[in-house]
């Protein structure tokens, strides 16, 4: 099946720095791309929805100067979190939708602010 | 009330039982997954679905749409199968940026 790859699978970093995470779609084109944010035990947050080359689309409650998501092309999007605070400490899962519809989900990357 | 519900909660079963997810959900939608979390926090499609019925080797998915019901079994369960599994369904007529809403998932646990 379709492969989406996530980098880095977690980092450690210190309060105020920013972290980038990409996702990739190893074997399809994906026009959509999705990130998610879970807490401890429960379900998936949708944080934003990436469409490539257009800016992407911020659920509410979302900060998009926080929380910056290019998606450069078919196959990467990159997710930057700024200025990081331990608040921001999560597990932050990509999704890329294939052109069959579809939905194939990254490792997840494991961020700590300390 | 959530739009996707699943029951149960959790679940522990032991080696080789046979076992029964379920998902309601009341919105009309396009399509249903359901998804398989690990503990390491991997998240694996098991099945997308529409209509009717798929089976991938001990894993068969159904959905009444009707009823708006969706049933994951695991057949033969072995340990492995210890996981959180997620049902989501897309909304109908959202178009292609249709996000999904998901379930609180049920997490399963297999004993020898």
């Known amino acids: 099946g379709a492969v989406v790859s996530q980098h880095p699978s977690w980092v450690i970093c210190k309060s105020g720095t920013s972290v980038k995470i990409e996702c990739r779609s190893l074997?399809?084109?994906?026009?959509?791309m999705f990130w998610y944010r879970q807490f401890p035990k429960q379900s998936l947050m949708l944080m934003a929805t990436?469409?490539?080359?257009?800016?992407?689309?911020?659920e509410q409650g979302v900060e998009k100067d926080k929380f910056l998501i290019n998606h450069a092309s078919l196959t990467l999007s990159t997710l930057t979190v700024t200025s990081a605070h331990p608040e921001d400490s999560s597990f932050y899962i990509c999704?890329?939708?294939?052109?069959?519809?579809?939905?194939?989900f990254g490792p997840g990357t494991r961020l700590l602010v300390l | 009330k959530n739009e996707v519900e699943q029951s149960p909660q959790n679940l522990t079963a032991q080696e080789g039982e046979f076992i029964t997810i379920n998902c309601s959900y009341s919105v009309g939608i396009s399509a249903l997954h359901w998804l398989q979390q690990h503990p390491g926090g991997g998240i694996v499609s098991l099945f997308m679905l529409s209509s009717g019925k798929k089976k991938h080797g001990r894993l068969i998915a159904t959905i009444n749409i009707q009823e708006k019901h969706s049933s994951l079994h695991i057949t033969a369960s072995h340990p492995r199968d210890s996981a959180v599994y997620i049902c989501a369904v897309r909304s109908r007529g959202a178009g292609t940026a249709s996000k999904l809403t998901f379930g609180t998932g049920t997490r399963l646990q297999v004993t020898l």
């Open positions: 074997d399809f084109q994906a026009t959509t």
């Open positions: 990436s469409n490539e080359g257009s800016k992407a689309t911020y």
């Open positions: 999704s890329a939708r294939a052109p069959q519809e579809t939905q194939y």
